[in-house]
């Protein structure tokens, strides 16, 4: 789409109930990547909500076509203790332009994490693990989604930075990403049902709850409290998840929540994510 020229033209044809019209649409947005909002800021283009939304279901084609010829799933370093964080990040960073209304302009996932590193700093919450977890969820910098739990954009990390709450496995991966930037080392304990950051005290392991607050779980009196611990919670606590798990787990959530939502194309690119994944093990 030649977009300084037809964009002005086109967004004014959004509230246009025409079966024509709206075929065209459809055909020219369809050419777009999925995101016009960089030129909508630079064309000094204001929409109402209303259009917005239209105009973002027309770019959400553009949006999977993207993340299904960007995502790439590396070879190794998925399943490795320390990890091929640049590839995850990557992947993240997908599925948050997937998730992104492709109208409205935001950061990007790395300027984004990379200032609450730098802010961390400020706070002298750089110095260990628990340190930076009280700084960002102890805080209250950043809280649970309890109302949105299951909504789709607690798979969309800026969208977390944004709004300051999340899901238990969208705020682990958070602290995950910038304890790494700031050389710290925070992993993710594939706890069922609740989704866990692991960190360690003092040579111990701990797990913490950054859906609630931050608080701090000692391992060690997870495994001592055998009554209510299932199989899949005993093998979640004998160490730190991969990156693949946690890849795998957002997918899985992700693809709920479409279904939820009645999203027939997206719970389809979810499924072929997933596999992707999978058929790496």
Same mark, same amino acid.
């Given at each position: 789409?030649?977009?300084?020229?037809?964009?002005?033209?086109?967004?004014?044809?959004?509230?246009?109930?025409?079966?024509?019209?709206?075929?065209?649409?459809?055909?020219?947005?369809?050419?777009?990547?999925?995101?016009? &909002?960089? *030129? @909508?800021?630079?064309?000094?283009?204001?929409l109402?909500?209303? %259009?917005? $939304?239209? =105009?973002?279901?027309? #770019?959400?084609?553009?949006?999977r076509?993207?993340?299904?010829?960007?995502?790439?799933?590396?070879?190794?370093?998925?399943?490795?203790?320390?990890?091929?964080?640049? &590839?995850? *990040? @990557?992947?993240?960073?997908?599925?948050?332009?997937?998730?992104? %209304?492709? $109208?409205? =302009?935001?950061?990007? #996932?790395?300027?984004?994490?990379?200032?609450?590193?730098?802010?961390?700093?400020?706070?002298n919450?750089?110095?260990?693990?628990?340190?930076?977890?009280?700084?960002?969820?102890?805080?209250?910098?950043?809280?649970?989604?309890?109302?949105?739990?299951?909504?789709?954009?607690?798979?969309?990390?800026?969208?977390?930075?944004?709004?300051?709450?999340?899901?238990?496995?969208?705020?682990?991966?958070?602290?995950?990403?910038?304890?790494?930037?700031?050389d710290?080392?925070?992993?993710?304990?594939?706890?069922?049902?609740?989704?866990?950051?692991?960190?360690?005290?003092?040579?111990?392991?701990?797990?913490?709850?950054?859906?609630?607050?931050?608080?701090?779980?000692?391992?060690?009196?997870?495994?001592?409290?055998?009554?209510?611990?299932?199989?899949?919670?005993?093998?979640?606590?004998?160490?730190?998840?991969?990156?693949?798990d946690?890849?795998?787990?957002i997918?899985?959530n992700?693809?709920?929540?479409?279904?939820?939502?009645?999203?027939?194309?997206d719970?389809?690119?979810?499924?072929?994510?997933?596999?992707?994944?999978?058929?790496?093990?």
């Amino acid at each position: 789409m030649h977009v300084e020229t037809e964009l002005p033209h086109l967004v004014r044809l959004l509230d246009d109930d025409d079966p024509i019209v709206r075929k065209t649409l459809s055909e020219r947005f369809a050419d777009c990547q999925g995101d016009v &909002s960089s *030129e @909508l800021d630079r064309l000094g283009i204001h929409l109402p909500e209303e %259009d917005r $939304t239209r =105009l973002s279901n027309l #770019l959400a084609p553009g949006r999977r076509r993207q993340i299904r010829d960007q995502w790439v799933v590396p070879q190794q370093g998925l399943d490795e203790g320390g990890g091929d964080w640049e &590839s995850f *990040e @990557l992947l993240l960073r997908l599925l948050s332009e997937l998730l992104h %209304d492709g $109208t409205s =302009l935001r950061s990007s #996932l790395p300027d984004a994490i990379d200032r609450i590193a730098d802010e961390a700093v400020l706070h002298n919450a750089q110095e260990d693990e628990q340190s930076l977890c009280e700084f960002l969820f102890g805080s209250g910098r950043f809280r649970g989604d309890k109302q949105g739990f299951y909504s789709p954009s607690n798979a969309d990390l800026l969208w977390i930075i944004m709004n300051r709450k999340g899901n238990p496995i969208g705020l682990a991966v958070l602290a995950m990403l910038v304890g790494h930037r700031l050389d710290l080392t925070i992993g993710g304990c594939n706890f069922p049902a609740h989704f866990l950051a692991w960190i360690t005290i003092e040579g111990n392991p701990h797990l913490v709850d950054c859906f609630g607050g931050g608080r701090i779980i000692s391992v060690d009196d997870v495994r001592n409290n055998s009554a209510v611990l299932t199989p899949d919670s005993r093998r979640a606590i004998q160490s730190p998840c991969t990156m693949r798990d946690i890849l795998l787990r957002i997918l899985r959530n992700l693809h709920l929540a479409f279904t939820q939502h009645d999203r027939v194309d997206d719970v389809a690119l979810a499924g072929d994510l997933i596999l992707s994944l999978q058929g790496e093990q």
